[in-house]
Structure formats: structure tokens, C-alpha cells
């Protein structure tokens, strides 16, 4: 009888791991690159990091994994992290409140369940937080380098991007209770045809001209106008509109293509300023937004914020490793007679000395999977096989091998 895995959880066999750790390492480069420093969190939160500042919606809350911490005397409640951001928040309101400027990025999985059978429980996903930065450039900053890592890997991205701010400021003139408009906006997203039919009897040209702008993408920042001529500027979507026409404008500058869509700002959460998606080939695999009010809110100082995530699980699905030139030491096998293993060992450890992979011959392997068979001898002798060509060599040492090796790799 097979065991099965959890439901909603993956396991990674090596060709994907290959994939994993490929997108991984393109990331922590790029962000490395970029000035940011990597930081990690626990798995596990206290739900009140996520309630007590109304970080996360009721229908994200009734999402999360929660059980109580008996064995922490405190008898309350815990969570198996459900987002990346709001901990690297708490993290630095408790360790690096002092900084003026934080460039942090991390790698960790999230932690989440829902009513669909193919949702993913278990999510993994690379995340950047710029902290102390409230300009466009940072808004701007963290696009770009979001599109570069899936550039390096590859990946023909496409960014849409909405705001917050608008969102809210549009949705105040049709509901005004704050918390009411995330519940809302996603009804009508939805398609929720009685909050329609409510909000349509009650304003219907406020609501007329809500559709109107969802149904309707641009590509510059003139698409801002359709506000004004669809709703008239209160001095809350005057500020918003400005703060997003500053970022457009910027991306414009440096000749980055984006879509505006207003509608893919659902599930806008705690953020209060731009919002963007990363798709490849219609698939999402990243995004983000400004989040000013989040640290304030964790009991820090009052510090703008932004960052993103890409998505591991569906960028291990779309990378294609036949694109890639894999540098990879030559393998080898090492045989040995009843009696040697201790030569075995030692054989094995001076070729990893020398970079290459060594594997002590266990079972029947398939020796076309090496790239070289080291046979030791009775006579204590180490002969070479190249499994390509079947030329044997023989040599007293591993220093001697070594050095033909190298000769002949320097003679290529």
C-alpha cells in the first residue's frame, strides 16, 4: 500500500529541485546584487501579529493554519506563517527599527489552505522588502529588479499594475466603511450580482462608471483621466492618482511596458499604494505593492514600505532546463575490492578535493550515468575508465590523475 502525501503539498524529486534551486540562486544573486540582505523568519507567528493590526482580511484569516501553544505556558494562539511580508514588518520593528533604510529579501514557504482540491497548502516563494524608501524610484526599483531575476531566468514577463489608493479612494464614494471595501471590491470582481444590483439602485452612475473602469486597461498614465471623467477628483483620489501617476511616469522613463488594470488590485490587503502582477504566459508568478502603514501598525515607527514575491512552485513548473548550460564537475565511480573501503573512502574524498563529484560504488549502477569508473585494485593501483570511449589509464595516484585531467581540459 503506497502512503500518500498531505493534500494541498508537493514533493520535489531531483529534475525539479534542479528547477528550485536554479530559480533560487537567480534570485539571492540579483538580489544581492541590488544592495538587499537576506533575513529569515520562523515558520511559526502568533495570530495576533495578524489580527490585533488588521493585516490580513477575514477570508485570508480563515485561510491560515492556527492550533494553541500549550507548551509556551501562554496557552495562545499560533500560526504557520500565512505571508512573507508581515513577519520581515515585525522583524524589523524588533531588530532594526534603527535603520533608516533596509533593503531585507528572504526565501521561505507560506503556509495557507482553501476550498479548491488543487490549491497548494504549501507555497514557497522569494521575497524583496525595501523599508524606508517612499518615492517612486522604490516603487520602481522593485520592478525592475522583480523582472530582471525572471529575465536571468529566462521568462517573458508581463507586469499589470493597479493602486491601492485609488481603489480605496473610488470605493469610498460607493461605501464608507474601510474594512467593508476589500469584501467589496472582490464582490464585484465577482460578479456578485445582488451587491451589483444594490449598489447600481442606490448609485448608479457612481457604479456605472466603476465597470466602466474595470472593463478598461491603458498603458500610460494618461489612463488616469477616465478617473476624472468618470467620478470627478475628491482630494483622497487626487493624492492617490498623483502618487500613481509619479510611479507610471518613472516607468515610462526607463522604458519599462506595463498594463494598467485596476481590477488586479483584488486582495489588496494591507497595501496603500501601487500594486503590480507578474505573469508568464498568463500564468502569475510574482507580485507586490507598497504597504506604508504595515510597520506603524507592528509598533515601529512610521517608515513607508514595499516589496514583492515570486512564486517558486510556478516558476519551477515554467523554467525549461534545456536552456541552460549546466556546469557540472565530471562524475565519477569508485570501485573497490571486499577489504578497501578505507582506500575507497580516501580515494573518494581527494577527487572532491579536487571539485570533482565521487561516488563509492554501491549496488549495480548504471555506469553510463559517470562520466569516469575508478577501479582500485588488489595490487592498490587506480585504474581509469572514460565510459564514452573505453580508454583505461593507470596511475599510483590521485595527484597523477588529477594532472592528467587537468591537461586535458587545458588542452581543449
Known sequence: MTQERCRGCRDLVPQEMLKFRLAESVFIDTALKWGYEEVRTPTLEYLHLFTATGTLTPGMLGQVFSFLDWDGWSGERVVMRPDGTIPIARLYVDSMAGRDVARLFYVVNVFRFGNEPATGRERWQCGAELIGGNS??????????????????????????????????VLAQLEPSTESRHKLFDEILDGNESIMAR?????????AGLKTLLDVTGTSSAYLSNLRSLFGYSAELEAAAANFASTLDMLDDIGLPYEIDLASGRGFEYYTGIIFHLSVDGKTVGGGGRYDNLVELMGGPAKPAAGYALYLDELTRLIDMGEYEMEEPDRFLVSFQPGDEARAFAVATDLRDADYTAEIKLGDPDVMDYDWVLNITDEGLLVLSDTETDEEFEFETVDELVEMLGGEASEE
Open 199 to 207: 449598489l447600481a439602485e442606490a448609485k448608479p452612475e457612481l457604479m
Open 136 to 169: 517612486a524610484l522604490a516603487d520602481v526599483e522593485l520592478v525592475r529588479m522583480s523582472l530582471e531575476a525572471l529575465e536571468l531566468l529566462g521568462l517573458e514577463s508581463r507586469v499589470k499594475v493597479s493602486h491601492s489608493g485609488v481603489i480605496q479612494a
